[in-house]
């Protein structure tokens, strides 16, 4: 699964990895806060490090004007929102993607345990400049 040529694609996969065994063994039906807990173990048991529930500041046009919570900031260099909705929805990808762009993060993971199989979604950032 682990594809080279995406940057970051071994830590995306191990987290992937633990939202599968957390979706397997929880189902769907639960809200958003108990998967987030539930992440929070397995990830914790896979050895991945990360901030939940990661306050980042956001900025316009280089003035601080507010600040929004990543349900997980992971190794400083992932953003991955859980959702527990019936299916992703366009409003979805566009908030993820808004968030890689207001904390110039180049790769994210959007999680839905809602569904009756896990859906997920890599996202990137193409506004990403390194810093």
């Known amino acids: ?3 080279e040529e995406y940057k ?3 830590l995306t996969e191990k987290i992937i ?4 065994t957390v979706h ?3 189902g769907n039906g639960f809200q958003e806060v108990i998967y987030q807990r539930a992440l929070e ?3 914790l048991l896979a050895g991945i490090h990360f901030n939940r529930e ?4 956001i900025y316009y046009r280089e003035q601080h004007i507010g600040t929004r919570r990543v349900d997980f900031f992971v190794e400083n260099v992932i953003s991955v929102e859980l959702k527990a909705i019936t299916q992703f929805e366009n ?4 908030q993820a993607i808004n968030y890689l ?3 110039n993060l180049e790769i994210g993971l959007l999680i839905n345990f809602g569904e009756i199989s896990l859906k997920f979604k890599r996202l990137t950032n193409k506004k990403y400049k390194p810093q």
């Open 8 to 10: 970051y694609s071994a």
């Open 91 to 94: 409003t979805n990808f566009a």
């Open 54 to 57: 990661f306050e980042m500041p």
């Open 1 to 3: 699964m682990i594809n």
């Open 24 to 26: 397997k063994i929880l």
């Open 101 to 103: 762009e207001a904390y």
């Open 41 to 43: 173990i397995e990830m």
């Open 17 to 20: 990895g633990c939202a599968m």
